[in-house]
């Protein structure tokens, strides 16, 4: 790790953390007001008929608890798409983009090692991405707190929330850096993150609202996350491992494809 690339990499991103982080804080604290104000009327609806019971979930949230809500939220495109803006589109531009500046050069001909480049960038990006998590898990105790539903929450059990959150993007984050680091180009680092990121959501999604698809879930990282069973205290110990063996491998890769290639001029 290289202390001023980290800074250097801190200050070029500080008002997008500060920014991302504030409006997952914002839509963390949402989810448990709408609860609050119409959980029961959601409930009323769907106990009619009027909807199929396989809407009455969307990837493991639903809308007629509290915790449900919360889990709502973690999986609601709006929170996916914030936290993207690290884990896909910091991690594969950190080394591509920097390559079709043509301004990776400059860095790599300090005394510095392709593997330091890759450990700092990596960390900075996992910080960027625990930061912002913290905002949406602090926003689901700030609205439970609003509502006067704390104990409802599960509130000791939000570190592991959090913890399993960091995983899940951290995960997509280090398969976004090890695809930025086996291209010369932004584009081909960022659309194949985009798409493991898309499928596994699609996967997911599909899963939990299609009962003969169920089997699919396995397949997508978002299955990992299940934020109804941690805020009950259930955690899934094996949901922590399979996103932290995702992560060792991405890392092993880039790791053992960033210092040996060969990097021409740039075009």
Do not use: C
């Not at 007001?33 to 959980?39: E, R």
């Not at 009455?56 to 999986?75: E, K, W």
């Not at 399979?242 to 960033?258: D, K, Y």
Request: hydrophobic share 55%.
């Amino acid at each position: 790790m290289n202390r001023a690339l980290l800074a250097h990499t801190w200050r070029a991103n500080r008002l997008r953390v500060a920014v991302v982080t504030v409006a997952l804080l914002v839509w963390g604290t949402l989810l448990p007001i709408i609860f609050d104000a119409f959980g029961t009327q959601f409930q009323d609806l769907f106990d009619s008929g009027a909807f199929p019971p396989q809407f009455a979930q969307f990837g493991g949230g639903d809308i007629f608890s509290l915790t449900g809500a919360v889990a709502l939220g973690f999986v609601h495109p709006i929170a996916v798409g914030l936290n993207l803006v690290f884990a896909v589109g910091f991690a594969a531009a950190a080394v591509a983009g920097e390559r079709q500046r043509g301004t990776l050069e400059v860095l790599l001909s300090r005394p510095l090692s392709r593997r330091r480049v890759y450990a700092t960038l990596a960390l900075a990006g996992a910080l960027f991405i625990a930061i912002a998590i913290a905002g949406l898990t602090f926003g689901s105790l700030l609205g439970a707190a609003i509502t006067g539903r704390t104990t409802e929450l599960g509130a000791g059990n939000l570190p592991l929330l959090w913890l399993n959150g960091v995983l899940l993007y951290s995960a997509f984050g280090a398969i976004g850096l090890l695809a930025s680091v086996s291209f010369d180009r932004l584009s081909p680092a960022l659309s194949l993150t985009l798409a493991v990121v898309l499928i596994s959501y699609f996967l997911d999604v599909l899963g939990s609202l299609w009962p003969d698809a169920k089997g699919l879930q396995p397949l997508s990282l978002f299955h990992y996350v299940d934020p109804k069973s941690v805020l009950a205290g259930f955690p899934e110990r094996a949901d922590f491992a399979v996103l932290a063996v995702v992560i060792a491998l991405a890392v092993g890769a880039a790791l053992a494809i960033f210092p040996r290639r060969d990097l021409a001029a740039p075009s």
